[in-house]
Structures are given as C-alpha cells and as structure tokens.
C-alpha cells in the first residue's frame, strides 16, 4: 500500500478548519498530521510533524501565510506549500509564489479544488486556481518601482516597521531587529497607519505588497 500524503492545516477560523480537516480526510490517501490557528504556531507544528504538504490561510495573525512560505522555504524546502485565501488580485498570487508557494487556491472553491491543488503540487506541480490563472498572463503596465522612502508623507522609520509588520513579525520582533522599543514600534506602527487610512493587519499587507516592500525581506 502506498504511503499517504501528509498534511498540516492552518487556519485562523476554527470552523473552516474543522470543515477543511473534514474534507480531507475523507481522501483515503491523505492524512491530516496536524492543525494550526496562528502563523507561529503553523510553523512549530509543520517543524516537528515535516509534513508533506503545509496548507495556510494568508490572513493569520502572528506569521501571515506569505511570511511563512519564505520562512518554510528556508527551513523546511521539503514541506510543499499551497496557500488558502479569499484574494483574488494579481498581486497577491505574485507574492505568494516569490515566497515559493506551489498552490494558491480560493477559499470560495476549497471545497471543489483542494483535493486537486494538493495531488498537483505532490507530482512537482504548480496549482493556481481557475478563477484566477489567467491573471498570470495579463499584460501589465511597466512601472518605475518606488524607494519605500520617497513614499509621500511617511519617514524611513514608519516604513521599516510598516513593512515589517506586513512580513508577519511581531511588535518584539521588530524592536529587536530595529534596535528601539516596543513602544516605538507601537508609535510608528500607529503613526504610519493614520497617515495611510489604514485600518488593520490586512490593509498593511495590501499596501505593502503594492509598495513592493515585501520582495526582499
């Protein structure tokens, strides 16, 4: 009997993870080694269980999805990595397979896809989900990337903690890697989002990926 695919899930909505582990373990040839509701928490179970698949919601708190396929690439590069997410723009998709992601499907066609997307990726594949492949192949407008410094209204400062925040690492972990305080972080956090319109954890990311911030962390 061939050996089944093994599987770690990640999600921060309690219920769609329950569904989802449902799901597959329906597939007698899958089994789910380990479930997750934080992007640190993912990461230690994925460390200790290697599955053979990781499959992460984008949005969680503490390690977003995206962070944590570049933090798995570099420790983990055997865990194949398909991300969940309810984004259906371009440039999240381009995000995610920088960060070495082979799947990215659609949270609205989890139930019809997942099964595919993971049997895709196991063969050496790329999966990229229907609604939104032929995105890929679009025509996009040259642009003159901007210096996350000539950003109207933002100091150097604000940016650095903003993209930071954006790649997933908590206030601690900022305030090392800048060498200021926690609450530094905080005051810069809080500064540059008002200066933005931003609201939350999600919207920095947006920004962040459209300010091309996020391609060399």
């Known amino acids: 009997m061939a050996s089944r695919t093994r599987l770690v899930l990640a999600d921060d909505h309690p219920i769609f993870l329950e569904g989802l582990q449902k799901l597959l373990e329906m597939e007698s040839d899958f089994e789910v080694a380990g479930v997750a509701t934080t992007g640190t928490s993912a990461l230690r179970v994925i460390g200790t269980e290697k599955p053979d698949v990781a499959i992460l919601d984008v949005s969680m708190p503490e390690l977003n999805g995206i962070a944590l396929a570049r933090r798995l690439a570099a420790e983990h590069p055997g865990v194949r990595v398909l991300l969940l997410t ?3 723009d371009r440039a999240y998709l381009n995000q995610a397979l920088q960060a070495g992601a082979r799947g990215y499907v659609l949270k609205r066609a989890a139930s019809a896809t997942l099964v595919q997307a993971i049997r ?3 063969v050496g ?3 990229v989900d229907p609604a939104i492949a032929g995105r890929m192949f679009e025509a996009q407008p040259r642009r003159v990337r901007q210096a996350p410094e000539a950003v109207p209204g933002l100091t150097a400062r604000e940016i650095e903690v903003l993209r930071f925040i954006a790649a997933g690492l908590t206030n601690k972990e900022i305030a090392r890697r800048l060498d200021i305080g926690v609450k530094s972080v905080e005051t810069f956090k809080a500064r540059g989002v008002d200066k933005l319109g931003l ?4 919207d920095i990311v947006r920004y962040a990926i459209a300010q091309g911030w996020l391609a060399d962390l």
């Open 86 to 88: 309810l984004h259906e």
């Open 199 to 202: 609201k939350n954890r999600a």
């Open 120 to 122: 895709a990726v196991m």
């Open 125 to 127: 594949g790329v999966y």
